[in-house]
């Protein structure tokens, strides 16, 4: 589980912090192929929890000023 240091409730759950890494994986994978295959690039994700399961309300490349 990921939590605030010092305090003891998790922030997200383990199950949830694996479902959301595979989903910002999945994103970066797809930036990736249609940007520049082969090359790296940070991406920014915003995401929530909903009643349903994970949303991804989107997502952007980080570029540098």
Not at 3 to 11: E, H, N, Q
Not at 13 to 24: F, H, K, N
């Amino acid at each position: 589980s990921v939590s605030i240091r010092g305090r003891g409730a998790p922030l997200l759950s383990t199950a949830r912090a694996r479902v959301l890494g595979r989903a910002v994986l999945h994103v970066e994978r797809l930036f990736h192929e249609r940007l520049e295959p082969g090359a790296g690039h940070a991406v920014d994700v915003e995401w929530l929890w909903t009643s349903r399961g994970l949303v991804l309300v989107q997502a952007r490349v980080l570029t540098s000023a």
